[in-house]
């Protein structure tokens, strides 16, 4: 396995952002004007066949017709705009709007599939950062992060603390104005494009588990850390292993108090919860592959819709992602009001989770024997690996992940049990004594 040794950024700056010139005035604007400003925003800066495409067959002509490199080199205007977080204060490249006014822009915008890059940024440092963070903090990275200029992961979990992440062990210990931070992260999804990261950290081994940890932004560039990409079943990179050696992380750089990184951890892991359900991007586009459209029109497409199994399968999936929906909408309305997503977030990530494997296997089995007789490759570390699979098998293998990543399916029904249900709390005979003297595997 390739590794990919990280270097400082030359001459990106530290300083904060100064406000946007293409950000769209909507002050005492009525919902009609607002609507009209945006429709008018799109005819002029979306481009014209990206807009035929919508018009002529929705998100799939877009996609024949839209690739993700020539999304991200226009996405800047889009994020300049105010459009792409419109709730957001305007220093923060939002528009200030209420949740009913930025309905409004989402129904004008959704035709066009216009999704926000950078999503771990977004729904994992931004909710912290709002949450925790200090106004110069969020002046200087929300602004780069919604335009998508650097991007960002998530530094939390570790080869021995995943589902019970509080007892985590990278220690960051001070030395003046700064921490020296030494540990292993792993399954740290797109660190190996990303520029920052959050991060949890030990900073006090001798209290108890939760309360010894504080919370950080790693600069990815910065003289000690080192990204090794890990592949997937289906063969794609895309998430890694961190190895964090002696690096240096500025005190600026912690978000909230010393010895309260869970707390904050608390809003990047309910927002975490809220993107992979799918509540974070309108249940549009969903991780490992396609949802039930893309699946009715295939069946159809396939001659497999007379079959009485098979409808049956096709509404049930159907209605399941319907109530999905619903769900996410309420959670995004809570967001979008200003709240966090809460233990809600945890029916929509455990819902989604079984859905969309439902769904993928669906569409395999669709497929027949053709979804068996792919080619493999000499070797499965070869690069070609994923290339080789049909785009339902890569989905069906990569959907396998969505029962564990942004916590498991078990513990996001323990969540939901304690919090939802009021049942009581899973014992654990070790929280209330020191880390250091915690058993850990
Ligand atoms: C595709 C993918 C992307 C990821 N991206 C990131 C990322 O960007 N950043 C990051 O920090 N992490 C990431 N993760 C890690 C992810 O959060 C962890 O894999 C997850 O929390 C589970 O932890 P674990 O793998 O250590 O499994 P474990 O915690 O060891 O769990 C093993 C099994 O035991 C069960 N289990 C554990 N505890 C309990 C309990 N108390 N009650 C009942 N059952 C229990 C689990 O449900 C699971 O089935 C990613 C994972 C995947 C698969």
Redesign the pocket.
Known sequence: MKRVACVRTPGRSDTVHSMESGQLRVDGLSDGELQQLVEDWVAEHVPEPWRTAAQRGGRSAIRAVRSHEAYEAWYPSFAASGLAVSTWPREYLGLDLSVPRARIVESVLAPFNLGRLNP?GLNSAGPALFAHGTHEQRLRYLPPLVRNEEKW?????EPG?????ASLATRAVRDGDEWVVNGQ?V????AHFSDFAICLTRTDPNVSKRRGLTYFIVDLHAPGVEVVPLR?IGGEVD?NEVFLNDVRIPDAYRIGAIGDGWRVAGSTLAGERQMVSGSGSGGVDRIGGSGTARLLARAKELGRTHEGSIRQRLASVYSEERIREWTNQRVRATVQAGGTPGPAASIGKVHQGGLNQRIQLLANDLLGPTAMAWETPRSVNSSEYGAALPFEVSGMLRSR?NT????????NK?ILGERVLGLPR?PDPWNDRPWSEVPRS
């Open positions: 771990l992961c998530q530094l939390l979990s603390a995943g589902s019970d992440l992260k399954w740290t999804t797109w997937h998430f992940a564990i990543e942004g916590g498991t399916t078990e513990v323990t899973e």
